[in-house]
């Protein structure tokens, strides 16, 4: 079984910013580069900076992105919601949240996947049962008009494995999962290959990354504690059906980088 593989948007570019992860704002190069470099998608950045310019945020810009993305033969397989690192589904940020989540659905109908990644990460993590409430009565709201378009969300969560299964099961919804990060998971010291297997087809996407456990700084891959060879065997064994993205390290030779652990998880699969 082959596992597709594609890349999160801005890996491919110079850095804007001094930032790691950044929406670039000449973004159509990528989609060549991407496909020169034998990645088969990329996974679209929603940022909380300047998200009013977006593409993805009007439907002029998402005409132009399935454009571009059609020429270069290289579909956007999903939408990673960075703009939820900074804005929460709770407490005053919920309502405009809410309006974005309604947005994304739309935009995703663009993508090959139909795939949105919420991150409740770091800052943004629920610290209590009445939050984690909070954030479900609120998506609970967008879930008619999900299913009805056939869109999946996929949460990225700090949350072990029972925590997080509790959270999905409130949702009771096949359109809600699990968005899994090797890397972070591997650093919070979870046992990564046994929650691919306990998840199974409740996972609809996968990033890859590397760390050391304790550690949120990421390294190239295969140099940290992540354990791929079985995290890679777990996916097949599951079958899972969705694309690997690499959302792994990024130095100076970023385009260099990209290659070589493109490579790396190529000979792993």
């Given at each position: 079984?082959?596992?597709?593989?594609?890349i999160?948007?801005?890996?491919?570019?110079?850095?804007?910013?001094?930032r790691?992860?950044?929406s670039p704002r000449?973004?159509?190069?990528?989609?060549?580069?991407?496909?020169?470099?034998?990645?088969t998608?990329?996974?679209?950045?929603?940022?909380?900076?300047?998200?009013?310019?977006n593409?993805?945020?009007t439907?002029?810009?998402?005409?132009?992105?399935?454009?571009?993305a059609?020429?270069?033969?290289?579909p956007?397989?999903?939408?990673?919601?960075?703009?939820?690192?900074?804005y929460?589904?709770?407490g005053?940020?919920?309502?405009?949240?809410?309006?974005?989540?309604?947005?994304?659905?739309?935009?995703?109908?663009?993508t090959?996947?139909k795939?949105?990644?919420?991150?409740?990460l770091?800052?943004?993590?629920?610290?209590?049962?009445?939050?984690?409430?909070?954030?479900?009565s609120?998506?609970?709201?967008?879930l008619?008009?999900?299913?009805?378009?056939?869109?999946?969300?996929?949460?990225?969560?700090?949350?072990?494995?029972?925590?997080?299964?509790?959270?999905?099961?409130s949702?009771?919804?096949?359109?809600?999962?699990?968005?899994?990060?090797?890397g972070?998971?591997?650093?919070?010291?979870?046992?990564?290959?046994g929650?691919i297997?306990?998840?199974?087809?409740?996972?609809?996407?996968v990033?890859?990354?590397?760390?050391?456990?304790?550690?949120?700084?990421?390294v190239?891959?295969g140099?940290?504690?992540?354990p791929?060879?079985e995290?890679l065997?777990?996916?097949?064994?599951?079958?899972?059906?969705?694309?690997?993205?690499?959302?792994?390290?990024r130095?100076?030779?970023?385009?260099?980088?990209?290659?070589?652990q493109?490579?790396?998880?190529?000979?792993?699969?």
């Amino acid at each position: 079984m082959t596992l597709p593989i594609g890349i999160l948007q801005g890996r491919l570019s110079p850095s804007e910013d001094g930032r790691f992860q950044f929406s670039p704002r000449e973004w159509e190069a990528e989609f060549m580069i991407a496909r020169e470099l034998g990645f088969t998608s990329l996974e679209w950045l929603f940022d909380f900076t300047c998200f009013t310019e977006n593409a993805m945020f009007t439907v002029s810009g998402r005409e132009a992105i399935g454009i571009v993305a059609q020429k270069a033969g290289v579909p956007v397989s999903s939408i990673c919601a960075d703009y939820y690192m900074k804005y929460r589904f709770t407490g005053a940020d919920a309502k405009r949240s809410v309006e974005i989540l309604r947005m994304l659905i739309d935009s995703a109908e663009t993508t090959s996947e139909k795939l949105i990644l919420i991150p409740l990460l770091e800052g943004n993590a629920p610290k209590s049962g009445a939050e984690k409430e909070e954030i479900v009565s609120h998506i609970r709201n967008v879930l008619p008009t999900l299913m009805a378009r056939n869109v999946r969300i996929g949460f990225e969560t700090e949350m072990p494995r029972a925590e997080l299964s509790a959270f999905l099961d409130s949702f009771s919804s096949d359109a809600v999962g699990v968005y899994y990060d090797i890397g972070n998971a591997t650093s919070y010291g979870f046992d990564v290959p046994g929650d691919i297997r306990f998840f199974g087809k409740r996972i609809f996407g996968v990033h890859a990354k590397d760390r050391k456990k304790g550690s949120a700084q990421s390294v190239l891959l295969g140099t940290g504690d992540a354990p791929y060879k079985e995290t890679l065997r777990a996916l097949q064994e599951i079958h899972f059906g969705g694309t690997i993205i690499m959302q792994a390290w990024r130095g100076e030779e970023y385009l260099s980088d990209a290659k070589k652990q493109l490579s790396l998880l190529t000979a792993l699969i």
